[in-house]
């Protein structure tokens, strides 16, 4: 399973991808972790990356394409993978496209998050990020069971620094503007699936594994993804 989660930022794309890791082993990449990371380290991608992140603009193409490259070709990803917030224009889209027929293989689908800029705007300013193992948590959504703490490894949460009101409108319209040709080129390939974000979170899993499991039950489009046997878990 090959499998592009895309949409605007607080989505819940990340929530997502972090359940089918634990439920199903698949790897989560997400390349806003990757870079936060490279920033951390002062990497000389992290140096190269770190203004545009602080601003909310993209990370030029070429930067971000070469670490999902990558990052694709490690072996825990040879039997599938899920992408969280990458591609995000359409020349990332055609580049992984590329780089994957290069290695013998392709993208399943890209599921569109679909979801309203006032709830995307509640969600992001209640986000909260274990400053260790990068666990998400929302302070009334899905809040950890003692405040302030992770669940998993009870190190402090900490607000994401473009979590403020300023850059969150800035980068929902970054999304806006740059996002739409791509969603197009997956649309226009019979690639697209879309999911209403705007509901609880397992019922966003429950709809997902539809479109995985019993791909002539899904509603919003008539891509084609070969059934791979996931199973519907426990609830959140
Ligand atoms: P993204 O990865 O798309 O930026 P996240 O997964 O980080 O978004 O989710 C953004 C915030 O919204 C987090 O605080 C998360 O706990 C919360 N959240 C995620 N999915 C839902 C949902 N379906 N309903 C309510 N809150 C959610
Ligand atoms: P995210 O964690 O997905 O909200 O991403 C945080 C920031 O990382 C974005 O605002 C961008 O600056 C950068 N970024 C993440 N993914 C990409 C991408 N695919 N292309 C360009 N920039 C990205």
Redesign the pocket.
């Known amino acids: 399973m090959n499998f592009v989660f895309a949409g605007p930022?607080g989505a819940g794309k990340g929530t997502q991808a972090g359940l089918f890791h634990a439920r199903h082993g698949l790897p989560h990449i997400?390349?806003?972790?990757m870079?936060r990371q490279a920033v951390r380290d002062a990497t000389g991608l992290g140096k190269r990356?770190s203004e545009?992140?602080r601003r909310?603009?993209?990370?030029p193409?070429a930067l971000?394409d070469e670490i999902v490259r990558a990052r694709l070709a490690e072996p825990d990803c040879g039997d599938g993978f899920i992408l969280?917030?990458?591609?995000?224009?359409l020349e990332?889209a055609r580049v992984l496209d590329a780089s994957l027929a290069s290695a013998g293989r392709r993208l399943d689908a890209a599921v569109l998050f679909t979801i309203r800029d006032d709830v995307l705007l509640t969600r992001l300013a209640g986000r909260r990020v274990c400053s260790r193992c990068g666990m998400t948590y929302h302070v009334e959504y899905r809040p950890p069971r003692a405040a302030g703490r992770c669940d998993v490894d009870g190190a402090p949460l900490a607000q994401r620094k473009?979590d403020d009101a300023d850059t969150i409108r800035h980068?929902i319209g970054v999304f806006r503007e740059l996002t739409g040709p791509m969603v197009e080129y997956y649309r226009a390939d019979r690639r697209l699936l879309q999911a209403n974000a705007e509901r609880p979170i397992q019922q966003i899993y429950e709809e997902i594994c539809g479109f995985i499991e019993a791909p002539e039950q899904r509603q919003h489009s008539r891509a084609r993804v070969r059934p791979i046997g996931i199973r519907p878990a426990p609830a959140v």
Request: negative net charge; hydrophobic residues 25%.
């Open positions: 930022p997400c390349t806003g972790d870079l990356a545009y992140m909310g603009d993209l990370v193409d971000v969280d917030g990458y591609p995000r224009t990332q473009d980068r």
